[in-house]
């Protein structure tokens, strides 16, 4: 273990950025003890959760706390990046040379970000489809990085399926979370991440397709991450009223993409006591999360309800005993029978 996971930031604490070194040495020590972690048999925990998310600080913003959860209650938790995120910005002034537009060397950093974030939430097991870098980022929608043949974007569809339908079979998933079909706010590789999921998920259990890829595996439950809009109102209003900060410019939740009706949520489930991992993992995406920006401002303001609490729409499977706040879901797991 290192001490890549700092204790997350008091409310209100200005945090110095790291120099470039720190942040590099950092990112190196973290991917050296993911690397020796030892390997467990996925099939030797009784509950497993994939997710497939697009770009690195996905997994944590969206699911983070969700992945933390469960890991510490032992399920095997997978998480697939499609891509390494290269054309984020650079939030840090002393790395913005890692730019596409400069350097183009930010995917790798952010490789060593995702290794630190998987070891805050204590997710072991991470892979990028088909293999680190084999899908670039293709840029927000409408850019010319969408044109680009390697981009994730213009992925051959039959390639990336078969990819993840490998790690499907191997890993045995009950379970398994991507964005819904507008890839949550309409980011192409989230768009393509839907994509490719939906197609695995059937494709796994399809004795049919790809033989040697391993025995067919069909996953009983498929979700899409889904943000209530009234969870995204409370937070909106709770930063004017405290004047902290001004959520991306929104008044409301309806101004902003990523929101959804709240009868569209199945599924909510509360890993408040893990914000603190997902808050160090916030940290951990260090390039592409600005400790004060808008994510750290909800989380310190209303963390719990809007941060540690994560929402899901169940789009495949049967839905369990729903038990929880206006009649959902409270586990990802709730009717399937994994002994
Ligand atoms: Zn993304």
Redo the contacts with the bound molecule.
Sequence with gaps: MTDATLPPPEPGERIELDDEAAVLAEAATAVEAAAETVDMEPLDSPRRLLLV???P??ETIGTGATMALYAAQGALVTLVTCTL?EEGEVLVPGLAHLASDQDDALGQHRIGELAAACEALRVTDHRFLGGPGRWRDSGMMGTPQNDRPECFWQADLDEAVRDLVAIVREVRPQVVVTYDSNGGYG?P??VQAHRVTVAAFDAAGDPSYAPELGETWQAAKLYWTAFPNSVLQAGIDHLKASGETNFFGADSADDLPFGVPDEQVTTEVDAGDHLDAKTAAMRAHKTQIEVDGPFFALSNNVGQRAFGTEYYTLARGDRGPSDGPLGREVDLFAGIDHT
């Design positions: 998310h697009a770009h600080d996905d995120g980011h590789d989230h």
